[in-house]
Nanobody, 114 residues
Framework: QVQLVESGGGLVQPGGSLSLSCAASGFTFRNYGMSWYRQAPGKERELVAV???????NYADSVKGRFTISRDNFKNTVYLQMASLKPEDTAVYYC????????WGQGTQVTVSS
């Protein structure tokens, strides 16, 4: 079955960096676009970044220039590199496979605080 397992979250100071990973299994990874979402306490889940099968990317305006999404089709993994982190980036970050059927990971907590 499809599985998405996020890792790499944690506590970081404002201005710091963090790198998230999402290991995928149960499907042909290279055939699907992938994305990262986040959900802050009391807020709706929002799209952060998307990467297509060809590697083209799109970002939410709030993270453009600070976050980078990438993928490794040999490792079946999608990454989210986050830099210049702000307290408002604090959220649970989720990996999602794009397509007709929604598949989500369990999420990984990112906390930006001094």
């Amino acid at each position: 079955q499809v599985q998405l397992v996020e890792s790499g979250g944690g506590l970081v100071q404002p201005g710091g960096s963090l790198s998230l990973s999402c290991a995928a299994s149960g499907f042909t990874f290279r055939n699907y676009g992938m994305s990262w979402y986040r959900q802050a306490p009391g807020k709706e889940r929002e799209l952060v970044a998307v990467i297509s099968t060809s590697g083209s990317t799109n970002y939410a305006d709030s993270v453009k220039g600070r976050f980078t999404i990438s993928r490794d089709n040999f490792k079946n993994t999608v990454y989210l590199q986050m830099a210049s982190l702000k307290p408002e980036d604090t959220a649970v970050y989720y990996c999602r496979r794009l397509g007709l059927t929604n598949y989500w990971g369990q999420g990984t907590q990112v906390t930006v605080s001094s």
